[in-house]
């Protein structure tokens, strides 16, 4: 796939046999990894103490002022009567794909409304957006304050550029000035434990391969030494029961770790832990994670390659998220019957009565604890449980509640992940060690294309680094219902389709769609029993029925897991993924345009077209070389067999 030849351009990897020593040796003392560091402030006038020079400014609008000032004598002042009026004040900066921002304005205002007062980071590509940051604004009369945000930009990017606003229907006056974006100097190593992936939990007996991923960021100083990762394993009392080292080039940008894994531990606790010894000679403490070997793996658990196990068996979790007034029997007999397995409500009158009604229609349930564990004692046995949901895009200052949170729900709860969904791109890597699954949001229905499903998927499955699990969040709801001055847009059974099969395409492990309740209405305000139209949601259901029906039929197939790689061109705008399937192997295609597109890919060898078009997908072939051809969001399977 498109995915993992962008993935071994980007990395390098390499494979590193381990020696296990039984020895009695405590590890060398090593000091804590440096803090990023931060550069200088890209942002040119930053202060507008050179009143609007370097900044894109509309006429009518904002205007430079010396009458108040956070520092200096200037700042950008702009007084906004009207909800319908949105203005942006920006400008551009010099970042690089991958590069990691923090960004920064400090903000005064009196009487701002809405949404508030705030700053924004975003890229394109060319004349294409490509998304963004926009942490939560301020709101109401204050004095200077600073609105924070981070930021990774995207990969494929060509231009960036930081923006001030009064988010779009906010009311007032706000005063803007020392506007700051800077490059974060990432840590010189950042390791990860891959296997065992499921919080550290290996099943006695299990010999699949120990394996640790360590980014190495050179610093400019290092000398030429090579660098040495030593990995300890220490039981209870401390003895080193494995003790392995591994010379590594400071040249390597990356590198993957295997290790034979212990055989005949007992059951109970143990500490994995990684130092690095620098090039320079300084000893760091990168990683050091609880092993617990157990006689049984938990009830709910994401293996090796990121699937969901319930039971002992691969879950593809096809879900809805709800309110508590669609928690009632017949609504969850309508989307049992409508071939879904998973639901999350937002919130429930009665958790107990909730559980055991998804249990009667055989539901899951992704529970909406947040990052209390107020819930976890009360339904952390009921049969109908898949998970704990944690959070809800969340902002870069929710970070240490929500790790406190998931150490608390790993302590409280054996037998369930959890589950968070992130809608900035940029803050998915930072969730590595804050939740079992992550999820996306793209929300693609009303933009120029729906190639955001698979940018964001793709972001998401790069953070977990193949340890957690991926669940996409597709979009079923209309934004008008939400922004009342876009169009009207509920997304039609081609474009469910579509965002499906892009997931799938691009690595994600479940779906769990936004939103049943949604569809039962056509504006925002009030979204109650009055504004509701049953008639619009049964034409709406009976196309996500459709949609349901047409990927239960292929998840047999993407849980055996059993992947073909393709050679696919980089810049191809169709996303391709192989499946084999017996005799047949399964080609899934997905158009994002809203115009017809084509790939040519080279075949696998052994593999043929016996039929050239099937469903919307077209076909011509010579030799190998064969040529697909889809229409305007066209998604779908096309099947070649044997020779």
């Known amino acids: 796939m498109k995915n993992i030849m962008r993935q071994n351009n980007l990395k390098k990897y390499f494979w590193m046999s381990a020696v296990v020593l039984a020895i009695n040796v405590v590890p060398a003392l090593s000091q804590k990894i440096p803090e990023p560091g931060l550069g200088p402030n890209l942002v040119k006038n930053a202060g507008f103490e050179e009143g609007a020079l370097h900044w894109q400014i509309s006429a009518d609008s904002a205007v430079v002022v010396s009458d108040i000032a956070h520092s200096g004598n200037h700042s950008l002042f702009y007084d906004n009567p009207s909800a319908s009026r949105y203005k942006l004040f920006f400008q551009n900066v010099q970042v690089q794909p991958g590069q990691h921002l923090q960004f920064s304005v400090w903000v005064k205002g009196e009487g701002v409304g809405g949404s508030g007062a705030g700053l924004y980071m975003q890229s394109y590509a060319g004349v294409n957006f490509m998304g963004g940051s ?73 010999t699949s391969p120990w394996k640790y991923q360590v980014q190495i960021n050179a610093a400019a100083d290092w000398k030429k030494n090579p660098l040495k990762i030593i990995t300890t394993l220490t039981n209870a009392e401390q003895k080193v029961l494995l003790k392995q080292q591994h010379s590594v080039a400071s040249t390597e940008q990356q590198v993957l770790l295997s290790m034979k894994a212990p055989q005949g531990l007992a059951k109970g606790n143990y500490v994995l832990t990684q130092n690095i010894i620098d090039p320079n000679g300084e000893t760091y403490r990168v990683n050091q994670q609880r092993i617990q070997v157990v006689s049984a793996m938990p009830k709910v658990y994401i293996d090796q390659d990121g699937f969901t196990v319930v039971d002992g068996k691969r879950f593809f979790p096809m879900g809805l998220y709800l309110h508590a007034p669609q928690t009632s029997d017949d609504n969850l007999a309508r989307i049992s019957e409508g071939g879904f397995n998973t639901v999350l409500s937002y919130n429930s009158q009665d958790p107990n009565a909730y559980l055991a009604r998804a249990a009667k229609h055989d539901l899951k349930v992704v529970y909406n604890s947040g990052k209390s564990t107020k819930y976890v004692d009360l339904l952390r046995n009921k049969p109908a449980l898949l998970a704990w949901y944690t959070s809800d895009e969340p902002d870069t200052g929710d970070l240490p509640a929500l790790r406190a949170a998931y150490q608390k729900i790993q302590q409280a709860d054996f037998n369930h992940p959890t589950f968070l969904v992130q809608d900035k791109a940029g803050m998915m890597p930072k969730h590595f060690d804050n939740t079992d699954i992550l999820g996306a949001d793209p929300y693609p229905v009303g933009s120029a294309n729906l190639t955001k499903t698979s940018r964001n998927t793709r972001l998401a499955v790069d953070a977990v680094r193949g340890a957690k699990g991926v669940w996409i969040v597709p979009q079923l709801m209309d934004w008008h219902v939400y922004r009342p001055d876009s169009k009207v847009h509920p997304p039609s059974l081609d474009e469910l389709r579509n965002q499906a099969y892009q997931a799938i395409i691009n690595g994600a492990k479940g779906l769990i769609w936004y939103s049943y309740y949604d569809l039962m209405y056509t504006k925002s305000r009030p979204r109650d029993k009055s504004t509701e139209d049953m008639d619009i949601f049964n034409r ?104």
């Open 540 to 643: 709406r259901w009976k196309d996500a029925v459709k949609m349901t029906a047409e990927i239960n039929q292929i998840v047999p197939v993407v849980l055996a897991n059993k992947k073909v790689p393709l050679e696919s061109p980089q810049d191809a705008s169709i996303e391709v993924g192989a499946w084999k399937d017996e005799n047949q192997l399964l080609l899934l295609l997905a158009n994002p345009y809203y115009e017809e597109k084509s790939i040519t890919l080279t075949l696998p060898a052994g593999w043929r077209i016996a039929t050239t078009n099937q469903g919307e997908i077209k076909s011509t072939f010579i030799n190998r070389q064969a040529t697909f051809t889809l229409p305007s969001v066209a998604s779908g399977v096309f099947r070649l067999e044997r020779m």
């Open 134 to 206: 926009y942490p939560g604004g301020i709101k109401g009369t204050f004095d200077w304050k600073q609105v924070t945000g981070e930021y990774t930009v995207l990969p494929n990017t060509t231009g960036s550029s930081v923006g001030l606003f009064l988010k779009k229907g906010a009311t007032g006056k706000v005063w803007f000035d020392d506007v700051e974006v800077r490059i974060v100097t990432p840590p010189p190593f950042i390791s990860s434990l891959l296997y065992p992936n499921y919080r550290g939990i290996v099943q006695q007996g299990d």
